[in-house]
């Protein structure tokens, strides 16, 4: 008998494997985030750092096998640190700043694929991006996990850092499992309303869960029964957004942008004075921007609206070592071509608050877990009608109330852009760090070859906002 170790294999999740396979020519699946770490850091200490924390989860030394059923997670056995932490030095152009060169380069990462033979991550550290500072560049594969799961990773890996449970007291990680519990109140009942709407629909929701637990009564069998049928004809039937400038055919390059954060506690008074809530505001500044840009450039956004897919969490936060992608998509329209702020607040409120209490996220989530199970060209036909309806991506994700050190630097920003998928050109990334609130942008290059000159009118438009408020009658700010 052979003595060498069996090597630790893991079925890729149906989810996880329609992610996987979502990439295309235009848009890669990456996560990819940018620290900013004063003073300097070095190679070694970064691989030292690394090697001892990030590797605790199985994740980050598994490679990816294919197979005609999908995906399987196997321990890559020539595993080298060095070929997953390297480090580079920026090429500045005349006239051009590092933090110029940087954006630049992150850009290109954004667009180059991971290496398809070794785990799908890597983290590129830039010594001496200027005197005094480094930057961290972070590409991970979407297939290992979301923004909510890696987020929580990466942070393990800072100063204090909370690392995964020991092995012995894990749990396998059963999708089938958490998504029954997920889908308990769907009912076969339920399921066969939503089969009047379509057959595919309904298949999709039976492949995903097996409910045992019958709904108190009838009259929340036909509520929960109604929302779910409204939401699938919802999402099968969404008009095609506005055309714009920043919607048509995706190209391969692309651009990052980001600007100095908006300190969270201005926001926070904003949206008290207004009875709105931060995300709200923030959304408001963003759809702002965005039309003024459209206007700038000669696109008249009156009247427009576009669309912007929003990843929406479904797992509890203490769960989210285990990786993996469990989050759903709703569809926010934002109202790029109204120009008064006040009234684009309210239309921005009003749109969020029909997406509470809705079964879009799981119905969105159902769709890529029977993605999962199709080949490429049927996945991608299938995933397509959802990017076709929308011009964006955007996510919003909480991050640490304080500054984090890494081998006691302290990262003084946090970057991070989401991917896009099918021809969608557009990416919105808002993360709230000590104190402050950060948005970053990823453009395909031919759509929006200037990101920044979008992120410049974050703040005008949230000024705005600011300066209305402060204006208001102060009995009314009680």
Same mark, same amino acid.
């Given at each position: 008998? =052979?003595?060498?170790?069996?090597?630790?294999?893991?079925?890729? =999740?149906?989810?996880?494997?329609?992610?996987?396979?979502?990439?295309?020519?235009?848009?890669?699946?990456?996560?990819?985030?940018? *620290?900013?770490?004063?003073?300097?850091?070095?190679?070694?200490?970064?691989?030292?750092?690394?090697?001892?924390?990030?590797?605790?989860?199985?994740?980050?030394?598994?490679?990816?096998?294919?197979?005609? &059923?999908?995906?399987?997670?196997?321990?890559?056995?020539?595993?080298?640190?060095?070929?997953?932490?390297?480090?580079?030095?920026? /090429?500045?152009?005349?006239?051009?700043?590092? /933090?110029?060169?940087?954006?630049?380069?992150?850009?290109?990462?954004?667009?180059?694929?991971?290496?398809?033979?070794?785990?799908?991550?890597?983290?590129?550290?830039?010594?001496?991006?200027?005197?005094?500072?480094?930057?961290?560049?972070?590409?991970?594969?979407?297939?290992?996990?979301?923004?909510?799961?890696?987020?929580?990773?990466?942070? =393990?890996?800072?100063?204090?850092?909370?690392?995964?449970?020991?092995?012995?007291?894990?749990?396998?990680?059963?999708?089938?499992?958490?998504?029954?519990?997920?889908?308990?109140?769907?009912?076969?009942?339920?399921?066969?309303?939503?089969?009047?709407?379509?057959?595919?629909?309904?298949?999709?929701?039976?492949? &995903?869960?097996?409910?045992?637990?019958?709904?108190?009564?009838? &009259?929340?069998?036909?509520?929960?029964?109604?929302?779910?049928?409204?939401?699938?004809?919802?999402?099968?039937?969404?008009?095609?957004?506005?055309?714009?400038?920043?919607?048509?055919?995706?190209?391969?390059?692309?651009?990052?942008?980001?600007?100095?954060?908006?300190?969270?506690?201005?926001?926070?008074?904003?949206?008290?004075?207004?009875?709105?809530?931060?995300?709200?505001?923030?959304?408001?500044?963003?759809?702002?921007?965005?039309?003024?840009?459209?206007?700038?450039?000669?696109?008249?956004?009156?009247?427009?609206?576009?669309?912007?897919?929003?990843?929406?969490?479904?797992?509890?936060?203490?769960?989210?070592?285990?990786?993996?992608?469990?989050?759903?998509?709703?569809?926010?329209?934002?109202?790029?071509?109204?120009?008064?702020? /006040?009234?684009?607040?309210?239309?921005?409120?009003?749109?969020?608050?029909?997406?509470?209490?809705?079964?879009?996220?799981?119905?969105?989530?159902?769709?890529?877990?029977?993605?999962?199970?199709?080949?490429?060209?049927?996945?991608?036909?299938?995933?397509?009608?959802?990017?076709?309806?929308?011009?964006?991506? &955007?996510?919003?994700?909480?991050?640490?109330?304080?500054?984090?050190?890494?081998?006691?630097?302290?990262?003084?920003?946090?970057?991070? *852009?989401?991917?896009?998928?099918?021809?969608?050109?557009?990416?919105?990334?808002?993360?709230?760090?000590?104190?402050?609130?950060?948005?970053?942008?990823?453009?395909?290059?031919?759509?929006?070859?200037?990101?920044?000159?979008?992120?410049?009118?974050?703040?005008?438009?949230?000024?705005?906002?600011?300066?209305?408020?402060?204006?208001?009658? *102060?009995?009314?700010?009680?």
């Amino acid at each position: 008998m =052979s003595d060498s170790p069996a090597v630790h294999t893991e079925r890729m =999740s149906r989810v996880d494997t329609a992610w996987l396979r979502m990439d295309n020519d235009a848009n890669l699946m990456m996560i990819v985030g940018v *620290w900013l770490v004063e003073p300097e850091l070095r190679l070694d200490e970064v691989r030292e750092r690394v090697q001892e924390r990030l590797l605790k989860y199985d994740r980050f030394r598994q490679k990816v096998v294919e197979d005609t &059923m999908g995906a399987t997670w196997v321990e890559d056995g020539s595993f080298d640190i060095a070929d997953h932490v390297l480090g580079e030095d920026l /090429i500045l152009q005349p006239g051009q700043t590092p /933090i110029e060169a940087l954006k630049v380069r992150v850009g290109h990462l954004a667009a180059t694929p991971l290496a398809a033979d070794r785990p799908r991550w890597e983290i590129r550290l830039v010594e001496r991006l200027d005197p005094g500072r480094s930057a961290l560049v972070i590409r991970i594969h979407h297939c290992i996990g979301d923004g909510i799961a890696l987020t929580s990773v990466m942070l =393990s890996i800072t100063d204090g850092g909370k690392p995964p449970p020991e092995r012995k007291h894990r749990e396998p990680e059963g999708e089938h499992d958490w998504v029954t519990d997920l889908l308990k109140p769907v009912t076969d009942l339920t399921i066969k309303a939503i089969g009047l709407t379509g057959d595919g629909m309904a298949k999709s929701v039976e492949l &995903m869960a097996n409910p045992v637990q019958p709904l108190a009564g009838g &009259m929340e069998v036909a509520r929960v029964g109604y929302q779910v049928i409204s939401d699938a004809a919802a999402m099968a039937l969404m008009p095609d957004d506005s055309p714009t400038l920043l919607k048509g055919k995706a190209t391969p390059g692309k651009r990052v942008a980001w600007g100095e954060p908006l300190p969270l506690e201005e926001v926070k008074a904003v949206g008290q004075a207004f009875g709105a809530s931060i995300n709200d505001v923030l959304l408001t500044a963003v759809a702002g921007a965005i039309g003024d840009y459209l206007r700038a450039h000669g696109d008249d956004p009156t009247g427009k609206e576009i669309r912007a897919m929003v990843p929406v969490n479904l797992r509890p936060l203490d769960q989210a070592w285990k990786l993996g992608n469990k989050f759903g998509l709703v569809p926010l329209v934002l109202p790029v071509g109204i120009a008064n702020p /006040i009234e684009r607040l309210g239309a921005v409120r009003a749109r969020m608050n029909d997406l509470k209490g809705g079964y879009q996220p799981v119905m969105a989530f159902a769709l890529l877990a029977v993605a999962g199970l199709l080949i490429k060209p049927m996945q991608d036909a299938l995933l397509n009608l959802f990017a076709k309806k929308a011009t964006a991506v &955007m996510t919003n994700v909480p991050g640490p109330r304080e500054e984090l050190k890494f081998n006691g630097r302290t990262i003084k920003q946090l970057l991070f *852009w989401v991917p896009q998928s099918g021809d969608i050109g557009v990416g919105v990334s808002i993360l709230s760090y000590a104190g402050g609130v950060q948005f970053g942008l990823i453009t395909d290059d031919v759509l929006c070859p200037d990101p920044d000159d979008i992120i410049a009118r974050f703040r005008p438009e949230f000024d705005k906002l600011l300066y209305l408020s402060l204006m208001l009658p *102060w009995a009314d700010q009680a």
